[in-house]
Nanobody, 126 residues
Framework: VQLQASGGGLVQAGGSLSLSCAAS????????MGWFRQAPGKGREFVLA????????YYADSVKGRFSISRDNAKNTVYLQMNSLKPGDTAVYYC????????????????????WGQGTQVTVSS
């Protein structure tokens, strides 16, 4: 599967932004999907994940209550809705896909994910 993230941009603190990740290839509905981010000079950080059918979602504590993840398997797309953005959310955001099973603990492991998109920049100004 190939992943293409989009929707990044510049937003003021407190604002909202919605990212999309479109997948090409077959059987998108069989992949668990995740969003990660990487700020300048830092390692890649887990943000959220959603299971293949949308039945389970997992969040990093830093974004709980502000970010949400959803998917539309008919459109081969996963979404990241970001509200109440903070300057600390500034990063390149990556979507990722895996057919491996994910659970609350393992969804945060970047090594669990087999396919990665190219990333989209999100910049939050203060």
């Amino acid at each position: 599967v190939q992943l293409q993230a989009s929707g990044g941009g510049l937003v003021q603190a407190g604002g909202s932004l919605s990212l999309s990740c479109a997948a090409s290839g077959r059987s998108f509905g069989t992949y668990n999907m995740g969003w990660f981010r990487q700020a300048p000079g830092k390692g890649r950080e887990f943000v959220l994940a959603i299971t293949w059918g949308g039945g389970s979602t997992y969040y990093a504590d830093s974004v709980k209550g502000r970010f949400s993840i959803s998917r539309d398997n008919a459109k081969n797309t996963v979404y990241l809705q970001m509200n109440s953005l903070k300057p600390g959310d500034t990063a390149v955001y990556y979507c990722a896909a895996t057919r491996l099973s994910i659970q609350r603990a393992t969804a945060t492991w970047s090594s669990k994910y087999e396919y990665w998109g190219q990333g989209t920049q999100v910049t939050v100004s203060s």
